[in-house]
């Protein structure tokens, strides 16, 4: 029996998947460390793009593009940077998640993997990876018992508590799974295949506002269900317009000083949320101008103290605070051009996918970039915790691009 090369592919994603969702640590072995997880998939992204590439590289102008944009400013950091090659490597593994998209793409477009599918095992291990780290931060809370440190250290400080529980990071696929899981509930067609999406949705929103204790994030995923139930009432371009520019004053309201006040008055937790908003406005006056003086390659890859600063004032911030920037600062233009392009293409495509009467794909393209859009506010989709989502987002969105233009062609 011949097996194609897209099942190859198909079947090193889905491992990914899976260990990237960090459910096979509590297994210890070699990968239960987080080093080792991303350096496997370094090397599979590399074994995946090699497969998909030959012996011919499918003309995608997109993914193309990205693939090389991503290529060079890899180069340019290993060039310009002035820290050890084992550092640089290190440092630079979130960017080599992108070698991942042009496979996934081939093995979609080639109908290896249905769409709905490959969607469908995202949201198992992310709701398997929900049920261990709130398992976890119960635990630790009630009986005083750590488990699993290689989960709950994930990007994150020691004890490092809200509201009086253990803050885990949330999965990986967390900044895209809102909009995944509705589109999966459109899709089933029997009532009772709905509940596990519905059970999915909710616990992806109860961990964001009680385990992760992130109020941008839930504020988030919140406004993309808005606009959920703006698509499926049929809304027009006006109130398209008018809950676009709401969810802007939503952000811009969350990330001020005003709504830290705001949240003190529902919490006895004062501390917790206080300052947070004047760090991350600290942390662009901080950092903004070191790019500004090298914005072609940016400050180059940062570690350790370089990261935080604490100014006169003892306010401390921190780079990751400032969203997007956290990668653009390091590694200059060519990541700005990268994010730029992703969310051109992501709303273009939903536009697409509206003309062409695609409903379901109009509301998955567009959920996911605006998702991803964001998030990138506070948090930049480089940062490792988000980073193994990255290539579904650009596979998906061409995916999608590709199947409605299919479509329009036709017409």
């Given at each position: 029996m ?8 198909q079947?090193?994603?889905?491992f990914?998947?899976?260990i990237?969702?960090?459910i096979l ?10 080093m ?37 400013v890899i180069?340019?950091a ?11 490597s ?29 969607l ?19 635990i ?11 989960i709950?250290r994930?990007c994150a ?9 253990l803050?885990?990071?949330?999965p ?22 709905k509940?596990k ?5 909710a ?12 109020r ?5 995923q ?5 606009c959920?139930?703006?698509f ?22 969350i990330?001020s ?29 901080f ?13 180059g890859?940062?570690?350790g103290e ?15 605070d ?11 233009v060519?990541?700005?051009?990268f994010d ?5 293409k992501g709303f ?7 003309k ?11 959920g ?37 233009r ?5 017409e």
């Amino acid at each position: 029996m011949q097996i194609s090369k897209w099942k190859i592919i198909q079947f090193l994603m889905v491992f990914l998947m899976i260990i990237s969702s960090s459910i096979l640590k509590p297994l210890g072995g070699w990968l239960g460390e987080t080093m080792n997880v991303r350096l496997v998939t370094v090397i599979l992204a590399i074994v995946c793009l090699l497969i998909a590439s030959l012996p011919a590289f499918r003309k995608n102008r997109y993914l193309n593009f990205c693939t090389l944009l991503i290529c060079v400013v890899i180069i340019a950091a290993y060039i310009y940077s002035d820290k050890t090659i084992w550092v640089k490597s290190r440092e630079s593994m979130s960017l080599y998640y992108v070698l991942l998209a042009y496979p996934l793409f081939c093995t979609l477009i080639n109908q290896a993997w249905n769409l709905d599918s490959m969607l469908n095992t995202i949201c198992g291990v992310t709701f398997l990876s929900y049920i261990l780290r709130t398992s976890i931060s119960l635990i630790q809370k009630f009986s005083g018992v750590l488990l699993y440190e290689n989960i709950y250290r994930e990007c994150a400080p020691e004890n490092w508590y809200r509201g009086g529980f253990l803050r885990i990071n949330p999965p990986c696929f967390t900044i895209i799974i809102i909009p995944i899981a509705l589109y999966m509930i459109e899709r089933q067609v029997v009532a009772r295949r709905k509940v596990k999406y519905y059970l999915l949705i909710a616990s992806a929103l109860a961990y964001s506002a009680v385990i992760h204790g992130s109020r941008s994030v839930l504020v988030y995923q919140i406004i993309v269900l808005g606009c959920y139930i703006l698509f499926k009432k049929g809304s027009s371009k006006r109130k398209i317009a008018m809950w676009v520019l709401a969810g802007l004053l939503v952000v811009i309201f969350i990330n001020s000083t005003m709504f830290s006040t705001f949240v003190e008055t529902f919490t006895n937790s004062t501390g917790e949320y206080a300052g947070s908003a004047e760090s991350r406005f600290a942390s662009v006056w901080f950092f903004i101008p070191k790019f500004l003086q090298s914005p072609l390659f940016g400050t180059g890859i940062l570690t350790g103290e370089e990261f935080t600063f604490i100014l006169p004032g003892g306010v401390r911030g921190h780079l990751s605070d400032i969203g997007f920037f956290y990668t653009i600062t390091q590694y200059g233009v060519g990541i700005l051009i990268f994010d730029i392009l992703f969310i051109i293409k992501g709303f273009k495509t939903a536009l697409l996918a509206s003309k062409v009467g695609m409903t379901g794909y109009q509301y998955l393209a567009f959920g996911i970039t605006l998702n991803v859009l964001l998030t990138g506010i506070n948090i930049d989709w480089f940062y490792p915790i988000f980073t193994p989502a990255i290539p579904v987002c650009l596979a998906v969105i061409e995916y999608i691009y590709q199947e409605c233009r299919s479509v329009a062609n036709i017409e």
